[in-house]
């Protein structure tokens, strides 16, 4: 009796599990399978791949290049190096912009909350290309923003802002903000602004009580608002290409190149391993913060 | 009677160090429990002239807030009060009356429009919270609950960068008074609702403030709990000799432990006294509603033609009373306890130079376990509340619903209110 329901039970599991499992062995599993195993191939001459088993894709970024067919270069090293500064520059701007702005907006009233909620989803609704060209026209030497400071005669002559990583960060925090007001937003407004209040009143200056009570229990949502921030904004193509144009090159625009222009198949998937590895390092040790933090509430619902 | 515990333990140097909170060895909990859980039944007299005995002043203390609707809310309206060492004194009233906000003020999370707060003979005109020597246990505890119970209780001394054998030992210590002993290492959230209350009691008594402030700490306990830790509360009160300034809405919990009660509303104090005295002297009509059962009658008051005071009711019938110098044609509310009307044996009618009597009509008996409350009403509908005792069951236990009952009352227990005119 028993066992046929827990067969059934797990019948229905599978069943509600399926459609679910199905869509990602098919779209995500099987793709990036593709793109493990061409990393380790040859490129063919007018692309595509040859199938031998060839190392030298990754010895080409890291240094054990042959020599003869493929050169070390440690300019590749140094998009990586420059992309990875950059993404973690967006996710410093970031978190600078939202965490004041995420205490500020959970205090307003509950009307003025969701129009700011909005506010901050608005940019959803207009194109992603649309938005970064008139950051162009902002940027430019003649746009926008020279034109308003030399109106007001704080400068002389025009600041040339655009391909600037300048310009390519202001772009990459402008779309990925609201992914770090999100979450942060989420962790402030679960905040019980009586332990604020209970924490000065057992003698904590207000920066004791930052540091002992607010931050550590609004972390979850700055460690996951980063989280998603910093993994689009190491891969991200399009802001560079547009604002960054040839003189700012991240890996994104760099693998967009391999795979387009160059049709170096399997190098475009060596790179794009080197930015999963990276990405995959900073995962773990969120996820293992998560999971300690999980740890201990499991600990505190058993006991 | 047991006599107070002398002023001095409360001022005196030792009081004040860590040693305070520690358990006697020699006579141990129980002991101190049992001391404690004697009130004093008669307050000492206050002397303002002697302000050195007030570790707490409240002076002329105002404050506003803005509505969301951008009204003007007047929360505390020019309030004085002095606090004693070693006093447990209650603010007691309905919800919005700004017994939180005075709560507030004194621990400074509210800064006030006007008037000033002394504690320890110091103005705590712009010092912020932190600063103040009081603390407070707040109504739903506010425990950290990333932090354990030990750092939840020590965080305190955290902040203060206390030595770390010292702040175990004292952390120790002071889980030890609320008997929680041995929990250091457990999860607030792994605690019921009375542990975590003894947590956030712990935590806010752990630096040895002379004044504790507890907002409405008992009300998320259930009613067996509550009443427990009423006792704890007052015991642990007398045994750290500090003062305790409570809020509550609940009129029982305020007599039961109070040393004084300053019952408020709108905004303002409306009496201080002690449990009995705002019991049986209620300075106003809202006192008399608000603490215990009461019937109120307003009309003029009058001498009648043997030379007693005596007040009409809607019926014809009047109240007498022995209240010398009255007044006479006066508009007056006057209070008589439902406890205070008797339903007397057949036969036994009492003493009428002694007793007065309404005729009232009996709407509803109810047994409430040692006494009945019975729900009458005059000539005109105005209900009377009575609580009677009947443990033979002969008296009460025959009336029947609509029949006619004479309630009888002593002459000295209906109270006439001061100074209130008919609202």
Not at chain 2, 119 to 148: C, E, K
Request: proline share 6%; net charge negative.
């Amino acid at each position: 009796m028993s066992t046929s329901k827990r067969m059934r039970s797990r019948f229905e599991l599978a069943l509600l599990l399926g459609p679910t499992s199905l869509f990602l062995a098919v779209f995500f599993i099987a793709p990036l399978s593709i793109m493990v195993v061409y990393s380790f191939l040859e490129a063919g001459l007018y692309g595509g791949v040859e199938w031998t088993f060839y190392h030298y894709n990754f010895g080409r970024i890291l240094g054990w290049a042959d020599g003869t067919h493929e050169y070390f270069n440690p300019a590749y090293l140094w998009i990586f190096w420059r992309s990875v500064r950059m993404a973690l520059t967006t996710v410093v701007i970031c978190l600078v912009l939202c965490y004041p702005t995420a205490f500020w907006v959970s205090r307003l009233p509950d009307r003025w909350k969701t129009f700011f909620l909005f506010l901050i989803t608005l940019p959803f609704f207009a194109s992603l290309i649309v938005r970064l060209f008139a950051w162009v026209l902002i940027l430019r030497p003649s746009g926008f923003l020279n034109t308003v400071l030399e109106g007001l005669h704080l400068i002389s002559e025009p600041i040339d802002l655009m391909y600037t990583e300048a310009a390519v960060i202001i772009g990459l925090v402008y779309i990925l903000v609201p992914f770090m007001f999100l979450p942060i937003y989420a962790s402030v407004e679960k905040l019980n602004m009586s332990l604020v209040d209970a924490s000065g009143d057992l003698g904590a200056t207000k920066f004791q009580t930052f540091r002992r009570i607010i931050l550590p229990l609004t972390l979850p949502g700055v460690i996951g608002g980063s989280i998603i921030v910093f993994i689009p904004s190491l891969g991200n193509f399009v802001v560079p290409d547009l604002l960054g144009g040839a003189k700012v090159l991240m890996i994104g625009s760099l693998i967009e190149q391999q795979f387009l222009g160059a049709r170096n198949w399997p190098f475009g998937a060596a790179l794009s391993m080197m930015v999963m590895g990276t990405v995959l390092v900073f995962l773990f040790f969120y996820v293992r913060a998560l999971s300690r933090a999980e740890a201990l509430e499991e600990g505190a619902k058993n006991g | 009677m047991i006599p107070r515990r002398p002023m001095a333990a409360a001022i005196e140097p030792g009081a004040d160090s860590e040693d305070a909170f520690a358990p006697d060895p020699v006579r141990g909990r129980i002991s101190v429990h049992m001391a404690g859980a004697c009130k004093p039944a008669i307050d000492i007299q206050m002397t303002d002239s002697d302000s050195i005995d007030h570790f707490l002043e409240i002076r002329d203390a105002s404050k506003t807030f803005v509505t969301p609707e951008g009204e003007l809310f007047r929360a505390l309206e020019n309030i004085s009060l002095p606090v004693r060492n070693n006093e447990f004194v209650t603010l007691l009233g309905p919800s919005g009356c700004g017994k939180t906000t005075l709560l507030r003020t004194i621990s400074g999370l509210e800064e006030l429009d006007r008037g000033e707060i002394m504690i320890d003979g110091r103005s705590m005109i712009g010092i912020p919270p932190h600063r103040r020597p009081v603390n407070t246990v707040f109504q739903n505890y506010a425990l950290f609950p990333h932090l354990s119970v030990g750092d939840n209780v020590g965080y305190s001394l955290d902040v203060a960068h206390v030595a770390r054998t010292e702040r175990d030992r004292r952390v120790g210590e002071a889980l030890d008074l609320v008997g929680l002993a041995g929990m250091e290492r457990r999860r607030p959230r792994q605690l019921s609702g009375g542990q975590q209350q003894r947590v956030a009691l712990a935590r806010a008594i752990i630096s040895n403030p002379k004044l504790l402030l507890l907002d409405e700490p008992l009300s998320a306990l259930d009613r067996g709990l509550r009443q427990a830790m009423q006792i704890e509360l007052k015991n642990i009160q007398s045994e750290l000799g500090i003062s305790f300034v409570f809020v509550t809405h609940d009129q029982e919990e305020a007599l039961t432990m109070s040393d004084r009660i300053v019952v408020m509303s709108g905004g303002q104090i409306e009496q201080v006294g002690t449990p009995t005295e705002v019991y049986d002297r209620p300075s106003t009509a809202f006192v008399a509603e608000f603490i215990g059962e009461s019937n109120i009658f307003r009309g003029v008051l009058r001498t009648n033609a043997d030379g007693e005071s005596e007040l009409a009711l809607g019926d014809d019938q009047t109240v007498r009373l022995r209240a010398d110098g009255a007044g006479e044609n006066r508009e007056s509310t006057l209070l008589i306890r439902p406890e205070n009307l008797l339903v007397p044996e057949p036969g036994d009618e009492p003493d009428p130079a002694q007793y007065g009597a309404l005729d009232v009509t009996l709407r509803q008996a109810v047994f409430l376990g040692t006494d009945f409350q019975l729900i009458c009403t005059l000539g005109d509908g105005t209900t009377l509340k009575a609580i009677v005792r009947d443990t033979a069951r002969q008296t009460v236990s025959s009336l029947r619903r609509g029949d006619r009952v004479r309630l009888h009352y002593w002459l000295d227990s209906p109270y006439l209110i001061p100074g209130t005119p008919a609202r």
